[in-house]
Structures are given as structure tokens and as C-alpha cells.
T-cell receptor
Framework: GENVEQHPSTLSVQEGDSAVIKCTYS??????FPWYKQELGKGPQLIID?????GEKKDQRIAVTLNKTAKHFSLHITETQPEDSAVYFC??????????????FGKGTHLIIQP | GAGVSQSPSNKVTEKGKDVELRCDPI?????LYWYRQSLGQGLEFLIY????????KSGLPSDRFSAERTGGSVSTLTIQRTQQEDSAVYLC??????????????FGAGTRLSVL
């Protein structure tokens, strides 16, 4: 099955700086890569996703890059703000045709934005 | 409702007791998922319901875990004879359909289960 590794487990950056979270996956058949943000006491919320036919996707201050050859993908947050502080999870899906077992999550990164 | 609702938000139980966790998905969502989130871990898939199809139970860790979804809406996750290792946050998510790349999963806030 799929295995997703996520690094770092904790990331502390100064407000205004950029933050990068990296994930690797094991199964080259994976073709969908969402990122979730989880704030304290809340459920995860999808913030951005990318499919395997795209190398980069951007949405305002958030971007995701995908390197299929190396089997890794990254989340980039620029001009970080205090409200970016949360736990971020990457995930990889083996298929887009349905079935929850197609989504494997990383263990999460606790992002701390220092004022 | 406005989002996925889970109850209770917190549950403390004694080892050996049975517990029931409830999930109200977003109205009209045909797909419903249960996950377990242990401290410092990612989300572990437990079970998946899609419409009237037989559920995908491949993630249930033992036969003490079961779930049902009545009328294609509300779902209940039942843990029998709870053990301390069952302590975790149990998350429910729903989506409009089964295709992950086309249907966003919306998560509830979870039920924090503590087994003493």
C-alpha cells in the first residue's frame, strides 16, 4: 500500500517569512495530493490540492509543487501570518475513482508563526 | 446543516465499556468517512459509506469496531469493550461523491475519546 512521510513534524517561522512542508510518497500510481489544515479543536480543512498531471498550483499565499519522478510534493506558504499557525497534513491518493482507502495521510506538521 | 456535526465532542469511558459516536453529514452528501487520529499521528482511515453500497470496512482495526449509516444520512461508530489504546480523536467526513479528486471531504470537529 501507499506510505506517506511528512517533514518536519514541527516548524517555527517568523511572521512574514515563508514556510515549506515536504512530503514523500511510495506508490508511483498515486495521482491526487491534497493538503489539509487543522486548527485546534477543529477538523481538518482542505486548503489546496494538486493532481499528478500538474507540477505546480498556486492560490494566493499558498502553493503546492509536485515532483512525480522523485515522488515528493511540498506546501509553500509565503508571507506567513499568525492565523497560519495550525497542524498541516499532506495526503496521497492511489486513485480518483472512489474508495476511502485511496487516501493516505502524513503524520502532520505543527506550524508555529512567531510574532 | 452548515457542516458535519459530531457528538459528543468529548467522551470519557471506562475500559471494557461500549461507546457510540455519532456523525451527521452535510445534507445531500452521499459519501461518509470515519477516521481515527491518535496523538501525534496522521489520520487513519476506518470505514467508508457511499450511498446504498456495502461499506468499505477495510480500515477497522478489530471486530470490536463497527459502524452503520441509517437512511443514507446519520452514521454511528460503535466501539465495544473499549481498551486504553482506543483513546483518540474520531473524525467523520462527508463529500458529495466518491471521487476524491472531484469531491472535497468536509470534516467534523471530531469526538475525543478517553478510555480510563
Amino acid at each position: 500500500g501507499e506510505n506517506v512521510e511528512q517533514h518536519p513534524s514541527t516548524l517555527s517561522v517568523q511572521e512574514g517569512d515563508s514556510a515549506v512542508i515536504k512530503c514523500t510518497y511510495s506508490d508511483s500510481a498515486s495521482n491526487y495530493f491534497p493538503w489539509y489544515k487543522q486548527e485546534l479543536g477543529k477538523g481538518p480543512q482542505l486548503i489546496i490540492d494538486i493532481r499528478s498531471n500538474v507540477g505546480e498550483k498556486k492560490d494566493q499565499r499558498i502553493a503546492v509543487t509536485l515532483n512525480k519522478t522523485a515522488k515528493h510534493f511540498s506546501l509553500h506558504i509565503t508571507e506567513t501570518q499568525p492565523e497560519d499557525s495550525a497542524v498541516y497534513f499532506c495526503a496521497a491518493s492511489l486513485r480518483t475513482g472512489g474508495g476511502a482507502d485511496g487516501l493516505t495521510f502524513g503524520k502532520g506538521t505543527h506550524l508555529i508563526i512567531q510574532p | 446543516g452548515a457542516g458535519v456535526s459530531q457528538s459528543p465532542s468529548n467522551k470519557v469511558t471506562e475500559k471494557g465499556k461500549d461507546v457510540e459516536l455519532r456523525c451527521d453529514p452535510i445534507s445531500g452528501h452521499t459519501a461518509l468517512y470515519w477516521y481515527r487520529q491518535s496523538l501525534g499521528q496522521g489520520l487513519e482511515f476506518l470505514i467508508y459509506f457511499q450511498g446504498n453500497s456495502a461499506p468499505d470496512k477495510s480500515g477497522l482495526p478489530s471486530d470490536r469496531f463497527s459502524a452503520e449509516r441509517t437512511g443514507g444520512s446519520v452514521s454511528t461508530l460503535t466501539i465495544q469493550r473499549t481498551q486504553q489504546e482506543d483513546s483518540a480523536v474520531y473524525l467523520c467526513a462527508s463529500s458529495t461523491g466518491p471521487v476524491l479528486a472531484k469531491n472535497i471531504q468536509y470534516f467534523g470537529a471530531g469526538t475525543r475519546l478517553s478510555v480510563l
